[in-house]
């Protein structure tokens, strides 16, 4: 049982480059998130989604794209890297309304736009 | 008004102490809370849900004031493995699919 797996770890990008960030989970998790975390900042949510197909936005999305084509995989995409979405980046997923349950974050990927 | 809001310390507290960090909320409507612990440069992990009768953990113990929108978590003998960045998180709307967390309360535990 692998839980959340974020793949790369660790990228840097050119600014204006475009880059996608993975994420799947195999623990049949419903709901599912990206969060940002930045030194002061806390985390901070970008996109998230209640389910295949279904997919709101968080408090930061601007610059993100998200889809749900299926219950395992939640991708991130940056359409434009820019030097201020340098940043640490969380994808997490829960079984169903957060009522008693946490989230399981994957370990995160590291991203640096130069 | 920040959603979350957490004192963030950095607290430094010999092993052995009682320490408790305490966190306000903004939305009355939130109805799902949570303390996660966070080692650096690592992901965040559920530690505890908060409920509103109060719950324990072994050393943990959270509280849940609604009428306050407050929340604490109290650490009793305190180890040097329970250094690490400590995050409140509430639920940020009704259906209760996106969480919302504070900025994080560093704990330092000394021998």
């Known amino acids: 049982n692998a839980g959340v797996t974020q793949t790369p770890k660790f990228q840097v990008l050119k600014t204006g480059q475009s880059m996608t960030l993975q994420c799947a989970q195999d623990m049949n998790h419903e709901y599912m998130s990206w969060y940002r975390q930045d030194p002061g900042m806390g985390l901070r949510l970008i996109h998230y989604?209640?389910?295949?197909?279904?997919?709101d936005q968080g408090e930061v999305p601007n610059g993100y794209n998200v889809s749900r084509s299926t219950t395992e995989d939640f991708p991130l995409r940056l359409l434009s890297a820019a030097p201020s979405q340098t940043s640490v980046y969380f994808c997490a997923s829960s079984y169903g309304r957060t009522s008693g349950y946490g989230y399981t974050f994957g370990s995160g990927t590291r991203l640096t736009v130069v | 008004r920040k959603e979350v809001e957490q004192d963030p310390g950095p607290f430094n507290v010999p092993e052995g102490a009682t320490v408790a960090f305490n966190c306000t909320y903004s939305?009355?409507?939130?109805?799902?809370f949570f303390w996660y612990r966070q080692d650096c440069r690592k992901e965040p992990k559920l530690l505890m849900s908060?409920?509103?009768s109060g719950n324990e953990d072994g050393r943990f113990t959270a509280q849940l004031n609604r009428a306050s929108q407050y929340i604490s978590l109290l650490i009793r003998d305190s180890k040097l493995s329970d250094s690490a960045t400590y995050l409140c998180?509430?639920?940020?709307?009704?259906?209760?699919?996106?969480?919302?967390f504070g900025k994080g309360t560093t704990l330092s535990v000394s021998s």
């Open positions: 998180v509430v639920n940020s709307n009704q259906a209760g699919t996106a969480l919302i």
């Open positions: 989604s209640v389910g295949a197909g279904i997919t």
């Open positions: 939305n009355s409507a939130s109805q799902s």
């Open positions: 908060v409920y509103s």
